[in-house]
C-alpha cells in the first residue's frame, strides 16, 4: 500500500495526530514527514497549522507562573469575551510570591525584545515594575508614556515614573510625554499637540505594538478627575453610567463610551486609536474594578487581561447573571 493510500484511509483526525506525534514526539523534521506521507513540506506546515486550530496539538507551558493559573476559569473568559489571552492567578496557592511578581513572570513571556510598548498610569502598574528586574533585560526596547503627566506627586498619580521604573528594570529606554494629561481648554490641547517634541511623542506612540495599562474606576472620587476638575465642573457631567476608565477615557458597564466631553481636555492617545494596538493588556484587581473590567472586555478595550481569580469569579457572575 502506497503512502497515499493508507493516508486516505485514516480520518483526517488520525492523519493530523500522525503528523502532530512525527513531529513533535519523533522530532522528524517537516522534510522528513514530508518524504514518509508523500507530501511537500509546506502541506506539513499546513497541517500542523490545522493541528492547532483543531485543537490536536494543546500547549502547556511549564514554568512556575502555570501552577498559580486557574485555567478552567480563564477558559470561560476566552469564550464570552474576545480576548487573545486570559491570565487568572490564584493566590490561595501563593507561596512566597505576589501578584505583582507573577504578573511579571507572564508579562517576561509576551514583552518583545525589541520595538516599543506603551505604559499607562497607576499604582498597579507601578508595583508591577518594581518586580520587572528579576526578569530578562530588554536593552532594544522603548517604554513608551500613553499620557501626558499629571503635574502632580507621582506617589499619587504615577505616570511617567512608571515609564522609568519599567525602563529601569529590564535597562531598556524611555520616552516621556512632556505635556499634561488633562489641560484647561481644547485650543490648549490642539496648540500642544502642534509642538515637535509632543508631536514626536504621538508619532512614537503610533508604532507601539503592545499596551500595557491599569483599569481604573470612575467617579467623584477617581484621583485624576477629582485632582484636575473641580467639584462643580464633575457636577455637569453625567456620571452614573459610568464605571470605568482605561487612560482616562470613561465607559459604562457595556463598553460603551461615556463623558466624552472630558476627553476634549485629554493629552494622550486617543481611545480609538488605542484600540488599534494589536496586544493591549489590562492589569487589574480588587472588588471595585468588577464593574470596570467587566465594562472594559465588552468594549473590547483590553484583549489580555490579567488579575486574581476572586476578581475574575466575581466578572464572571456579574457578567452571566449567575454563580460560576
Do not use: W
Amino acid at each position: 500500500m502506497n503512502n497515499r493510500s493508507r493516508n486516505e484511509q485514516m480520518t483526517r483526525v488520525e492523519y493530523l495526530e500522525s503528523v502532530v506525534r512525527m513531529y513533535y514526539v519523533l522530532g522528524l523534521t517537516q522534510n522528513q514527514i514530508a518524504n514518509q506521507l508523500g507530501v511537500s513540506r509546506s502541506s506539513v506546515a499546513r497541517l500542523l497549522e490545522e493541528a492547532k486550530k483543531r485543537g490536536v496539538i494543546r500547549f502547556r507551558i511549564n514554568t512556575t507562573m502555570e501552577d498559580f493559573r486557574s485555567p478552567s476559569i480563564e477558559k470561560k473568559f476566552l469564550e464570552n469575551f474576545a480576548l487573545k489571552d486570559c491570565v487568572v492567578f490564584d493566590l490561595e496557592k501563593e507561596i512566597g510570591n505576589t501578584f505583582e511578581y507573577l504578573t511579571c513572570s507572564y508579562l517576561n513571556s509576551i514583552l518583545p525584545l525589541e520595538g516599543s510598548v506603551g505604559i499607562g498610569f497607576g499604582h498597579t502598574l507601578r508595583s508591577v515594575g518594581k518586580s520587572l528586574n528579576f526578569f530578562e533585560p530588554r536593552p532594544n526596547l522603548k517604554f513608551v508614556q500613553l499620557t501626558g503627566g499629571t503635574g502632580v506627586d507621582e506617589s499619587i498619580i504615577p505616570t511617567s515614573s512608571n515609564v522609568q521604573v519599567f525602563s529601569q528594570a529590564l535597562g531598556s529606554q524611555s520616552i516621556f510625554f512632556p505635556a499634561p494629561t488633562i489641560v484647561g481648554n481644547p485650543e490648549l490641547k490642539s496648540l500642544l499637540l502642534k509642538d515637535s517634541s509632543i508631536s514626536a511623542v504621538v508619532s512614537a506612540i503610533r508604532q507601539v505594538s503592545m499596551a500595557l495599562v491599569g483599569i481604573g474606576h470612575t467617579g467623584h472620587t477617581n484621583s485624576v478627575l477629582s485632582t484636575y476638575f473641580p467639584k462643580d465642573f464633575l457636577n455637569q457631567i453625567p456620571m452614573k453610567d459610568s464605571v470605568g476608565n482605561i487612560l482616562v477615557h470613561s465607559y459604562d458597564i457595556n463598553g460603551r463610551r461615556t463623558q466624552q466631553d472630558i476627553s476634549k481636555y485629554l493629552v494622550g492617545i486617543e481611545l480609538e486609536a488605542f484600540r488599534q494596538i494589536s496586544l493591549r493588556v489590562g492589569i487589574a484587581t480588587g472588588e471595585d474594578k468588577i464593574d470596570a473590567i467587566l465594562g472594559a472586555l465588552r468594549g473590547n478595550f483590553a484583549n489580555i487581561l490579567i488579575t486574581d481569580k476572586q476578581t475574575s469569579i466575581e466578572v464572571l457572575n456579574k457578567h452571566s447573571g449567575g454563580n460560576i
